[in-house]
């Protein structure tokens, strides 16, 4: 079976995020990017399901720009078998990625497609939902544990309160939750191997998905800063302030 | 303009952020209906007809909307929209499992965690972990929405709105639940608490986590939360982790114990209306957002703070 794994492109998660002066957008500008992290959890959770004899080929895909290979790369050096780039040089938003990725869908057939639950630039949390909403296929989001069986996927899900175990009926698409696994770092041997792995180029026009945004953002800022700073010598002095002052404790 | 409010529940009662949708829905249009779909939930029904500027609560009953599975409830949902100008949830796991399952099958770009209304089809949402809040305009014609609980003011009760039945659509049988370990806890839900009292890497251990904890939470009437170096330490459990990733809180007053506050977590907690920190790290980042910084021994000022409360 073949496992396909989105990998998305985004601002490295240690760097301060800083807004444009004119509040067009946020300031991209030689800052370091990297894989977003949950995609980097989907990999390796790929990448362990065909260690374990279970999946025969794992697939990375990406969609952006031509830039976007190097995330690619970064998935193959961490043991994906090939990658697929779908490029296109617009905004691509959430909804067109899904349309992409249901397209390559079509054509790769995976068993199981596992997303990273969100993005750490837009948070938007919507790419996988929308994937297995399109492909007409069950989805086991937030996910802590994967484990596959015949012709099944039982999946354990972060919910409010606890834990959730749901049975998929296979194929099926599962998005990562931040503790499903620890991902390894690419060996240098690894990252030179990666370089010789195949990467196919593709674009929206020749998979025939109109990605046209429907949204459109502006007015990006910071928002406000709390003024906080205060500090009190001891116990007694904080619980009279939250009593007399704050007057949030009776 | 008519607005759906899909209301999570266990059947019997409506679960913390339905209130606060129903109010982000009056913002974005006219009348607010509310979808109840689950199984022997009438009693969620008539509490979602209860809450104030709910018009027609709809009520859907099926065995195969129990579980709130998103493949069932979002192939119901797309046959209700058309009906609806916007369909809105709270952005709890229930409602980013649904929302853009719906959003994909009636081609609409959803637009996740609302902070703000400010007109039909214009809103405010955060992105990069909070650091950057941005106007997001759709161009659909239906708008698909997830509401940030926490930035919008619950609905009182007091309405008095109809109950109509609609029928249940088929069982799709591609999912199932099959385990829950859901922690049954006296204590308030941490995302609806009053107060909330968060440990960190600080605590040292899960024993200590709960030995120091637990008694200021007791007093206080609070709810429990945890940073995410707590969380992956395993001090607490996973989902007591308040962060970008983790629960967005806004109490009245958050107790930061032995938190550092990186920007993951303040992310998820710095629109608390009071953050006291007790760090004995002066130069912490959680001490530069924190209304009342004590900067000492957490192991002594815990349960001295206890003691002074009279606990």
Request: hydrophobic share 45%; with cysteine.
């Amino acid at each position: 079976m073949k496992v396909l794994v989105p990998v998305k492109r985004v601002i490295d998660y240690n760097v301060k995020v800083r807004v444009k002066s004119d509040g067009s957008g946020v300031d991209l500008a030689n800052v370091k990017m990297a894989v977003n992290p949950f995609d980097e959890i989907a990999v390796e959770e790929a990448v362990r399901i065909k260690e374990a004899g279970i999946a025969t080929e794992v697939i990375a895909v990406s969609c952006g720009a031509a830039v976007c290979q190097e995330s690619l790369r970064t998935a193959l050096a961490l043991g994906a078998d090939r990658a697929i780039l779908v490029e296109s040089d617009i905004e691509l938003q959430p909804l067109a990625v899904a349309k992409l990725l249901k397209a390559v869908c079509d054509k790769e057939q995976p068993t199981l497609v596992i997303c990273g639950k969100q993005a750490i630039d837009d948070d938007a949390n919507q790419t996988g939902q929308m994937l297995a909403a399109l492909m007409n296929r069950p989805q086991g989001t937030f996910a802590s544990k994967v484990v596959l069986g015949d012709g099944k996927v039982q999946v354990t899900r972060e919910v409010d309160g606890g834990l959730e175990t749901v049975e998929l009926t296979l194929p099926a698409v599962v998005t990562t939750d931040l503790r499903l696994n620890e991902p390894r770092y690419a060996t240098l041997p690894n990252i030179m191997k990666a370089k010789k792995k195949p990467l196919e180029t593709t674009s929206p026009a020749a998979l025939g998905v109109d990605v046209a945004p429907r949204l459109s953002h502006s007015r990006f800022a910071e928002p406000p800063k709390r003024s906080g700073g205060k500090k009190v010598a001891d116990v007694a002095e904080l619980v009279a302030k939250l009593r007399n002052e704050a007057k949030v404790i009776a | 303009m008519t607005v759906l409010v899909i209301a999570e529940h266990d059947n019997n009662e409506l679960k913390p952020g339905v209130a606060q949708a129903v109010t982000a829905a009056g913002l974005a249009g006219g009348e607010t209906h509310v979808l109840v779909a689950g199984a022997n939930c009438s009693a969620a029904a008539a509490a979602a007809a209860r809450l104030q500027g709910v018009a027609r609560v709809l009520l859907c009953e099926a065995t195969h909307y129990a579980d709130g599975g998103a493949e069932n409830l979002a192939a119901l949902l797309a046959t209700l929209a058309p009906g609806y100008s916007h369909l809105l949830a709270a952005a709890t796991p229930f409602g980013k499992n649904l929302m853009p399952r719906l959003g994909a099958l009636i081609d609409v770009a959803p637009i996740s965690e609302i902070v703000a209304v400010e007109g039909p089809s214009s809103f405010v949402r955060p992105i990069y972990a909070g650091n950057v809040l941005v106007k997001v305009d759709s161009t659909d014609a239906i708008k698909v929405l997830t509401v940030r609980a926490t930035a919008f003011a619950a609905a009182g009760d007091g309405g008095a709105a109809g109950i109509e039945a609609v029928p249940a659509g088929p069982d799709l049988a591609v999912s199932r639940v099959i385990g829950r370990e859901i922690v049954k806890s006296e204590r308030p839900e941490l995302t609806a608490a009053r107060v909330v009292v968060s440990g960190g890497r600080g605590m040292g251990s899960g024993e200590n986590y709960h030995k120091v904890l637990e008694p200021l939470a007791d007093r206080l009437g609070a709810a429990l939360g945890a940073s995410r170096a707590a969380v992956d330490a395993g001090f607490a459990p996973n989902d007591y982790q308040v962060g970008q990733t983790g629960k967005i809180v806004a109490p009245e007053l958050y107790v930061a114990v032995g938190i550092s506050g990186a920007i993951q977590h303040l992310a998820g907690m710095k629109d608390s209306k009071v953050i006291v920190a007790i760090n004995k790290d002066p130069d912490a980042p959680i001490h530069q957002v924190a209304d009342y910084g004590l900067v000492g021994d957490l192991f002594e000022a815990v349960p001295a703070l206890v003691k002074e409360l009279g606990g």
